[in-house]
Protein backbone atom coordinates (compact mmCIF):
# COMPACT_ATOMS: atom_id res chain seq x y z
CA UNK A 1 0.00 0.00 0.00
CA UNK A 2 1.44 3.89 -1.12
CA UNK A 3 1.82 6.30 1.10
CA UNK A 4 -0.67 8.09 -0.44
CA UNK A 5 -3.22 5.53 -0.12
CA UNK A 6 -2.37 5.83 3.74
CA UNK A 7 -2.85 9.65 3.79
CA UNK A 8 -5.91 9.60 1.72
CA UNK A 9 -7.32 6.70 4.51
CA UNK A 10 -6.00 8.63 7.39
CA UNK A 11 -8.15 11.93 5.61
CA UNK A 12 -11.34 9.95 5.40
CA UNK A 13 -11.46 8.28 8.10
CA UNK A 14 -8.82 9.53 11.07
CA UNK A 15 -11.53 11.81 13.08
CA UNK A 16 -13.32 7.91 13.74
CA UNK A 17 -9.25 7.26 15.19
CA UNK A 18 -9.02 10.84 16.65
CA UNK A 19 -12.78 10.87 18.42
CA UNK A 20 -12.91 7.39 20.16
CA UNK A 21 -9.06 8.44 21.34
CA UNK A 22 -10.55 11.68 23.10
CA UNK A 23 -13.42 8.88 24.42
CA UNK A 24 -11.25 6.58 25.86
CA UNK A 25 -9.55 9.60 27.23
CA UNK A 26 -12.00 11.49 28.79
CA UNK A 27 -13.53 8.42 30.17
CA UNK A 28 -10.22 7.31 32.14
CA UNK A 29 -9.78 10.74 33.55
CA UNK A 30 -13.07 11.08 34.73
CA UNK A 31 -12.87 7.17 36.21
CA UNK A 32 -9.30 8.54 37.75
CA UNK A 33 -10.93 11.09 39.10
CA UNK A 34 -13.73 9.30 40.61
CA UNK A 35 -11.88 6.90 42.39
CA UNK A 36 -9.16 9.92 43.69
CA UNK A 37 -12.34 11.55 45.07
CA UNK A 38 -13.54 8.49 46.43
CA UNK A 39 -11.09 5.80 47.53
CA UNK A 40 -7.57 7.86 46.93
CA UNK A 41 -4.53 5.65 48.16
CA UNK A 42 -1.67 7.57 49.16
CA UNK A 43 2.17 6.95 49.68
CA UNK A 44 4.61 8.23 52.40
CA UNK A 45 8.33 7.21 52.10
CA UNK A 46 10.62 7.31 54.80
CA UNK A 47 14.23 6.79 54.94
CA UNK A 48 16.61 5.79 57.89
CA UNK A 49 20.08 6.25 57.59
CA UNK A 50 22.68 3.17 59.35
CA UNK A 51 25.75 4.54 60.09
CA UNK A 52 28.52 2.78 61.86
CA UNK A 53 30.36 4.37 64.74
CA UNK A 54 33.61 3.82 63.05
CA UNK A 55 34.30 4.55 59.16
CA UNK A 56 36.69 1.64 58.09
CA UNK A 57 36.17 -0.90 55.24
CA UNK A 58 35.31 -3.65 57.51
CA UNK A 59 32.75 -2.39 59.69
CA UNK A 60 31.21 -0.37 57.26
CA UNK A 61 30.93 -3.99 55.64
CA UNK A 62 29.53 -5.11 58.32
CA UNK A 63 26.87 -3.11 58.76
CA UNK A 64 25.74 -3.41 54.84
CA UNK A 65 25.78 -6.59 55.76
CA UNK A 66 23.55 -6.40 58.35
CA UNK A 67 21.08 -4.66 56.71
CA UNK A 68 18.92 -7.64 55.69
CA UNK A 69 19.29 -8.74 58.48
CA UNK A 70 17.19 -4.97 60.00
CA UNK A 71 15.00 -5.28 57.45
CA UNK A 72 13.67 -8.38 58.75
CA UNK A 73 13.11 -7.51 62.07
CA UNK A 74 11.28 -4.36 60.89
CA UNK A 75 9.60 -6.86 58.44
CA UNK A 76 7.51 -8.66 60.80
CA UNK A 77 3.78 -9.20 62.53
CA UNK A 78 5.57 -8.01 65.84
CA UNK A 79 6.80 -4.59 64.39
CA UNK A 80 3.26 -4.28 63.16
CA UNK A 81 1.28 -4.99 66.36
CA UNK A 82 3.55 -2.36 68.35
CA UNK A 83 2.38 0.19 65.48
CA UNK A 84 -0.96 -0.39 65.63
CA UNK A 85 -0.29 -0.72 69.75
CA UNK A 86 0.69 2.72 69.34
CA UNK A 87 -0.96 4.66 67.25
CA UNK A 88 -5.07 2.82 68.34
CA UNK A 89 -5.44 1.93 64.66
CA UNK A 90 -8.31 -0.40 64.22
CA UNK A 91 -6.41 -3.05 62.05
CA UNK A 92 -4.61 -6.08 62.40
CA UNK A 93 -0.85 -6.60 61.85
CA UNK A 94 -1.15 -8.97 58.79
CA UNK A 95 -3.29 -5.89 56.86
CA UNK A 96 -0.90 -3.64 58.49
CA UNK A 97 1.72 -5.43 57.25
CA UNK A 98 0.54 -5.63 53.43
CA UNK A 99 0.24 -1.95 53.77
CA UNK A 100 4.01 -1.64 54.51
CA UNK A 101 7.07 -2.15 52.02
CA UNK A 102 10.62 -2.35 53.72
CA UNK A 103 13.82 -2.15 51.55
CA UNK A 104 17.31 -1.52 51.87
CA UNK A 105 20.09 0.42 49.65
CA UNK A 106 22.95 -1.47 50.84
CA UNK A 107 25.51 0.78 48.41
CA UNK A 108 24.25 3.87 50.45
CA UNK A 109 23.19 1.81 54.23
CA UNK A 110 19.66 3.20 53.94
CA UNK A 111 16.55 1.65 54.92
CA UNK A 112 13.41 2.78 52.96
CA UNK A 113 9.69 2.24 54.32
CA UNK A 114 7.15 2.90 52.36
CA UNK A 115 3.32 3.16 53.79
CA UNK A 116 0.08 3.09 51.53
CA UNK A 117 -3.27 4.27 53.34
CA UNK A 118 -6.04 6.08 51.99
CA UNK A 119 -5.17 8.88 54.46
CA UNK A 120 -2.10 10.71 53.50
CA UNK A 121 -1.28 11.90 57.50
CA UNK A 122 -1.93 8.51 58.83
CA UNK A 123 0.31 6.89 56.40
CA UNK A 124 2.93 8.94 57.29
CA UNK A 125 2.53 8.48 60.86
CA UNK A 126 2.70 4.63 60.25
CA UNK A 127 6.13 5.45 58.90
CA UNK A 128 7.45 7.86 61.73
CA UNK A 129 6.36 4.93 64.37
CA UNK A 130 8.31 2.52 62.27
CA UNK A 131 10.78 3.65 61.99
CA UNK A 132 10.83 5.29 65.36
CA UNK A 133 10.97 1.23 66.63
CA UNK A 134 13.96 0.47 64.56
CA UNK A 135 15.90 3.34 66.44
CA UNK A 136 14.82 2.43 69.77
CA UNK A 137 15.81 -0.95 68.85
CA UNK A 138 19.38 0.22 67.60
CA UNK A 139 19.85 1.87 70.73
CA UNK A 140 18.82 -0.58 72.95
CA UNK A 141 21.02 -2.93 71.28
CA UNK A 142 24.53 -0.22 70.97
CA UNK A 143 23.82 -0.37 75.14
CA UNK A 144 25.51 -3.93 75.47
CA UNK A 145 28.46 -2.77 73.18
CA UNK A 146 31.66 -0.91 72.72
CA UNK A 147 30.93 2.67 71.46
CA UNK A 148 33.25 1.96 68.70
CA UNK A 149 31.10 -1.23 67.39
CA UNK A 150 27.91 0.56 67.84
CA UNK A 151 26.22 0.90 64.56
CA UNK A 152 23.21 3.58 64.81
CA UNK A 153 20.07 4.66 62.97
CA UNK A 154 18.87 7.46 61.91
CA UNK A 155 15.71 9.10 60.68
CA UNK A 156 17.14 11.57 56.94
CA UNK A 157 13.97 13.40 56.95
CA UNK A 158 10.23 13.90 57.52
CA UNK A 159 8.47 11.10 55.99
CA UNK A 160 6.24 12.74 53.04
CA UNK A 161 3.12 11.09 51.25
CA UNK A 162 2.06 11.52 47.41
CA UNK A 163 -1.21 10.48 45.80
CA UNK A 164 0.16 6.73 44.62
CA UNK A 165 -3.51 5.68 42.94
CA UNK A 166 -5.05 6.17 40.57
CA UNK A 167 -2.30 7.72 38.58
CA UNK A 168 -4.57 10.18 36.89
CA UNK A 169 -1.75 11.26 33.71
CA UNK A 170 -0.94 7.82 33.05
CA UNK A 171 -4.22 6.44 33.25
CA UNK A 172 -5.60 9.51 30.52
CA UNK A 173 -2.54 8.75 28.93
CA UNK A 174 -3.49 4.97 27.97
CA UNK A 175 -7.11 5.44 27.46
CA UNK A 176 -6.01 7.85 24.96
CA UNK A 177 -3.71 5.24 23.28
CA UNK A 178 -6.10 2.37 23.22
CA UNK A 179 -8.91 4.63 21.60
CA UNK A 180 -6.43 5.24 18.80
CA UNK A 181 -5.74 1.80 18.65
CA UNK A 182 -9.22 0.48 18.25
CA UNK A 183 -10.00 3.37 15.86
CA UNK A 184 -7.43 2.14 13.68
CA UNK A 185 -8.28 -1.09 14.02
CA UNK A 186 -12.18 -0.42 13.04
CA UNK A 187 -10.66 1.97 10.19
CA UNK A 188 -8.96 -1.04 8.20
CA UNK A 189 -11.57 -2.95 8.59
CA UNK A 190 -14.15 -0.68 7.07
CA UNK A 191 -11.19 -0.31 3.99
CA UNK A 192 -10.76 -3.94 3.68
CA UNK A 193 -15.10 -4.22 3.38
CA UNK A 194 -15.22 -1.47 1.19
CA UNK A 195 -11.83 -2.34 -0.68
CA UNK A 196 -14.12 -3.77 -3.82
CA UNK A 197 -16.51 -0.72 -3.96
CA UNK A 198 -15.78 1.49 -6.71
CA UNK A 199 -16.82 4.84 -6.41
CA UNK A 200 -15.12 7.05 -8.90
CA UNK A 201 -13.18 6.94 -12.20
CA UNK A 202 -10.32 7.59 -9.22
CA UNK A 203 -10.88 4.18 -7.64
CA UNK A 204 -10.56 2.44 -11.11
CA UNK A 205 -6.83 4.55 -11.57
CA UNK A 206 -6.30 3.40 -8.47
CA UNK A 207 -6.85 -0.19 -8.55
CA UNK A 208 -6.67 -1.05 -12.03
CA UNK A 209 -3.80 1.16 -12.87
CA UNK A 210 -5.33 2.50 -16.25
CA UNK A 211 -6.72 5.54 -17.42
CA UNK A 212 -10.73 5.71 -17.36
CA UNK A 213 -11.42 6.83 -21.36
CA UNK A 214 -15.25 7.79 -20.27
CA UNK A 215 -18.03 7.34 -17.85
CA UNK A 216 -21.84 7.35 -18.15
CA UNK A 217 -23.21 10.03 -16.18
CA UNK A 218 -25.82 9.27 -12.75
CA UNK A 219 -29.85 9.03 -14.06
CA UNK A 220 -31.46 12.31 -12.51
CA UNK A 221 -34.59 11.26 -14.43
Given at each position: ?6 V ?6 G??M??L??ATA??A?A?S????A ?5 K ?6 V ?8 Q?Q??A????S???W ?5 R?A???D???L?T?P??L??D??I??D?S????QID????D ?5 D ?11 W ?8 LR?D????F???D ?9 T ?5 A????G?L??L??V?V ?7 I?R?PE ?5 L ?7 I??N??
Amino acid sequence: MQLQTYVRILWRRGWIMALLAAATALSAFAFSRIVEARAPVYKSTIKILVQPARTDFGQTQAAAGLLRSYVAWMDSTYRAADVIDKLQLDTTPQQLRSDVTIASDNSRLVIQIDVENGDGDLANDIAREWANLFIQWRNERNQEVLREDRIDAFILDDPVYVLDSPKTLINTAAGAVLGFLVGLGIVFVLEYMEAGIIRSPEDVNRYLSVPVLGAIPPNEG
